[in-house]
Structures are given as C-alpha cells and as structure tokens.
C-alpha cells in the first residue's frame, strides 16, 4: 500500500515539475519573441518608410513584421489570451527601447488590439479542429489589418481611397508575413510530434 502511495506521489512530482517546467519554456518563448518582434519592427522602419512613403500611407508593412513574431508565440505556447498578454510586453517593450511614433498615449492599446485578434483567430481554429499554418495565416493578416484600423481610427482620419490602399498593403504585408509565420510554427509543431512519438515509443 506505502509503495503504491509513493508511486502516485511520485508521478505527481513529475507532472507538477513537466507542468512547471513547461510553462517556463512558454513563457520565455513568449518574452524572446515580444523583444523581437519590436527589435525586427525598428530595424526594417526605414525600409518600410521608403515604400509607405512612395505610396503616400502611413505605415502597414512594419507592424506585421512585429505581429508576424506574436502570431508564433501565440501558436507554439498554445495558451489562451497569450497574444494578448504579448501585445502589452510588446507595448512595454517599445515604450522601454522609445518607439512610440505617431500613436502616443494609443500605443499599449495598438498592440492589444491584434492581440486580441490573434487570440480570437486561434481559440476559433481549435474549436473547429484546423491545423496550425492557416490560423496562423490568417491571424497575421486580420491582425495587420485591425492595427491598420485602430491607428486611423486614432490618429490618421484618412480619406476613404487611402485608407482602401493602406488597409491593402497591412493585408498584403500580414499575408507575406503570415506565411512565413505558418512555416515556422507548423515545421517546429511537426518536430514536436515527431520527437514526442519518438519518446512515447521508447
């Protein structure tokens, strides 16, 4: 009887400990790819300034670059909210490295906002049982766009054939972006599966 008791104390150990131990790794995935989204955001501005600015927009192709990194995170963690909770490390972030552009008091919300869309976008794929690269595809765009809309909203009152473009290129920048997030999350789930099967065998 002890030695059954002990064995299932034991087991509880190890799930507590697994249980720990993964939500550890989560996070810090979550923090590394807060920090580069923001890092990668202000390192291609001027780029991206070069081609908004010959379109005469305000912005649309930096920010998914940034989301591009939320949308990841959010689907290799696989926690509820959990790019909601990137969006204010994210905002915490930019504040902390001065880049807080044209949205001034706005900024925390502009990043919670396509967090929030992401969140959305991935409890409904697991409810409707669709594989990781096409929510991740589509969260990146909706999320563009939805930061597109929120900074019009706030700040830039664009006249409607502008904002149609600018709303085109956050669209087309997410997809481009939202590809190459469904790439990497998929392939790195993929592995995770395969070196799980190869555990569970032995």
């Known amino acids: 009887m002890q030695k059954k008791r002990s ?25 590394v790819c807060c920090f580069a989204g923001v890092f990668c955001k202000k390192l291609i501005n001027p780029f991206a300034n070069v081609v908004t600015d010959s379109l005469h927009i305000p912005g649309g192709i930096s920010t998914a670059v940034s989301l591009m990194f939320m949308v990841i995170a959010s689907a290799l963690t696989d926690r509820k909210w959990s790019a909601m909770a990137m969006g204010i490390m994210q905002a ?9 552009g044209s949205m001034g008091v706005f900024l925390p919300v502009s990043y ?16 409707t049982g669709i594989s990781s690269g096409l929510p991740a595809f589509t969260s990146n765009i909706l999320s563009s766009v939805s930061a597109a809309v929120f900074a019009d909203i706030i700040v830039f009152h664009l006249p409607v054939p502008v904002l149609a473009l600018y709303l085109c290129v956050a669209a087309l920048s997410g997809a ?14 993929n592995n995770r599966k395969e070196k799980d099967g190869v555990n569970g065998n032995d």
């Open 7 to 31: 064995g299932i104390s034991l087991d509880k150990t190890d799930e507590t400990y697994n249980s720990s131990n993964s939500l550890l790794i989560e996070l810090i995935i979550m923090i």
């Open 112 to 127: 919670i906002v396509p967090g929030i869309v992401i969140d959305l976008v991935m409890l409904l794929s697991k409810k």
């Open 92 to 100: 915490a972030f930019a504040l902390a490295m001065g880049s807080v």
């Open 176 to 189: 481009i972006c939202g590809a190459v997030a469904a790439v990497i999350s998929s392939s790195i789930m």
